[in-house]
């Protein structure tokens, strides 16, 4: 059997598949031997460099602070970037030219900067003109470069998520009286969402992770506190890898949540039909049956009584 753009692989091509998976593995498990033989050598997997991850000094004064501090840098980007790409996803689209070209330009201009460099622009900024606390400063740096980033990203999605729905259904939206405004608001754009959340989980997790950037600008979120590990239990290698590990964990749950919600956007969207409920209601057809059969039973006493003869007459 075979299909437009895929033929099955016959069984010469499936010895080869399996070959090349096997070579595959053997040299993951190469790479992976000599990665502890390394660690080994140089002393990283003692267990005294892994026991202080079991004591709670290490979680309470270091891990758990940075920990929180990244979800806080994450949260915060992650509102102020929807609400930033919202609005100028949605000027984009906008059938005023100077909102339209405003808006490009916006999301053009943050979507080329590297993110870095618009962090490090925003910590100057505020620091040197106090705008904020000087403790504030990392945080309100790591925010502004994100949300002016991600947010640039999420209008695009926003815009290209529209452009992507079947004209009709902007079409039927005006058919029915609507406005442009209102055929975006109310039609297309709960559609646009539903079917760009993919890559909206996705920039979600490019949030998380680029939160460590902050350790450039003295923000003390996760991956601060692995130089400060490293230092006081001479445990570096040991401590990136638990972070990454939290790192990892973070995503994965973050990345479930959003696919939990995705399928419950999805399900509200469709219309559910019970199993064998195809058409109306079902009717309770017994009164009607009945009704049907006392009228002919009298049409039929009617049709073949005999003139002159009365009911107590008849046999």
Do not use: C
Not at 36 to 51: I, P, R
Not at 147 to 157: C, D, F, I, R
């Amino acid at each position: 059997m075979t299909s437009v753009l895929f033929d099955h692989p016959g069984p010469k091509a499936r010895v080869r598949h399996r070959i090349t998976a096997a070579v595959s593995a053997a040299l993951v498990l190469l790479a992976l031997w000599w990665a502890l033989a390394q660690f080994k050598e140089k002393g990283n997997l003692d267990a005294a460099k892994w026991t202080p991850f079991l004591t709670a000094d290490l979680w309470v004064n270091y891990l758990l602070p940075g920990l929180q501090n990244t979800l806080i840098a994450a949260a915060l980007s992650i509102v102020f970037a929807g609400a930033f790409g919202l609005v100028f996803g949605m000027g984009r689209l906008s059938h005023v030219p100077a909102i339209r070209w405003v808006s490009t330009v916006v999301v053009e201009f943050f979507r080329s900067v590297p993110v870095l460099v618009m962090m490090f622009f925003a910590f100057n900024l505020y620091a040197h003109n106090g705008v904020f606390r000087s403790d504030l400063n990392p945080l309100a740096g790591v925010v502004t470069g994100l949300t002016l980033y991600n947010g640039a990203v999420v209008a695009e999605l926003l815009r290209s998520g529209v452009g992507s729905l079947p004209k009709g259904q902007t079409e039927a939206g005006l058919a029915i009286g609507l406005s442009r405004g209102q055929t975006l608001r109310s039609v297309l754009l709960p559609q646009a969402i539903t079917a760009m959340l993919p890559a909206l989980v996705s920039q979600l997790v490019v949030i998380l992770k680029d939160t460590a950037l902050g350790y450039l600008i003295t923000y003390q979120e996760l991956l601060n506190k692995f130089q400060q590990i490293g230092s006081y239990k001479s445990n570096p290698v040991p401590a990136l890898i638990v972070i990454a590990a939290i790192f990892i964990v973070i995503n994965y749950a973050l990345t479930s949540l959003a696919s939990y919600l995705e399928r419950r956007t999805r399900q509200r969207g469709r219309a559910t039909i019970p199993k064998g409920a195809i058409g109306p209601a079902p009717v309770d057809t017994q009164p009607i049956a009945r009704a049907l059969h006392d009228a002919d039973e009298e049409v039929l006493h009617e049709r073949y009584r005999a003139p002159g003869r009365t009911d107590d007459e008849h046999p």
